[in-house]
């Protein structure tokens, strides 16, 4: 008597255990990725081909249960669910026909600058033991990272682009019309930052490349060699380049080379911005002294302005 209640009861359980499956995701792969981390740019869209699989529960007597499910690819990031693509449908039939288990692939498209979230499979449900009503939401334990990329330099110049050499460290800058190697004193290398240029949002957009022949035409170089204040306390440049506010409330590159000097109008903050110029490197001067000191400084007809093309 007793072997039977067991019996009963250990039937009973299975039978609970089975009436709460629900169909599960087996498989989410996506390609082209490396340890679960898809490369991205922040220019162009990726494309990658998603491999989504799921299997739907057995009822007692062995037939399949009846299951449908609905699932999307979505990008997580700072909290904003995005969804990429369209939604997949697995239906009743489809599920009854092979077996209780389906796989199917999809192509999906990742927009341009998604980089530092999360790749997620997310999906829906209808079976038995929901009376065909859709569940809530489910995730696939499976999860992938997106990061930048390594991209190649530009076909053809690009103002505005900057690029890694990562054989020797060296950074350049496009600006007006040729690439510019960054400089910060002696230093061309491992630079801790970018002396005029912000840093932080200048690697988001990082070309890179293992030979300075990939890229054309390379100009003089760019950055601090010496600064000094004068006895006004204004800056005295002995050789290098500067961002200056003047009084009026302008900022200007003002750049000199042993001997010549030449001072341009970056003439708002979309031009600012474009060229990643730092805000907090801006430096104050007098109108009335002209660097490295003296005279008027009639700023607009010392060189071309520059703006964000």
Partial sequence: MKKILVLIIIFS??????????????????SPSNNNTINVSNSNSTNIRVVVGFSTPLR??????????????????????????????????????WGG???NSYDVTIPAGKAGGQIKLKYFYKCDHTGGIQSQATYSPIIYTTTLGVLPPPATFTEGAFIKNDA????????GGTYRRIVSLANATNLTDYVLFKKSTADVAMYHTNSN????????????????????GMISLGEGAALVRDTDGKVYLFEKEYNSSSIRWIVDMNA??????????INGVDNQFLFPGGGSLPYENQGPNITAP
Avoid: C, H
Wanted: proline letters at 2%; charged letters at 20%; glycine letters at 8%.
């Fill in 13 to 30: 359980l299975m039978n609970s255990l089975v009436s709460l499956a629900t169909p599960t995701s087996t498989s989410f792969l996506i």
């Fill in 60 to 97: 007692t007597n062995g037939t399949i249960e009846y299951a449908s499910v609905s699932a999307q690819v979505v990008y997580f990031a700072n909290g904003i669910e995005e969804t990429l693509g369209t939604v997949f449908t697995f239906s009743d039939a489809d599920f009854q026909r």
């Fill in 101 to 103: 288990r389906l796989t």
């Fill in 168 to 175: 020797t460290g060296e950074v350049f800058v496009g600006l």
């Fill in 213 to 232: 022949s990939t890229f054309s035409p390379i100009g003089a170089d760019i950055g601090v060699k010496r600064i000094a204040r004068n006895d006004w």
């Fill in 272 to 281: 600012f911005n474009f060229y990643k110029f730092d805000e907090t490197k």
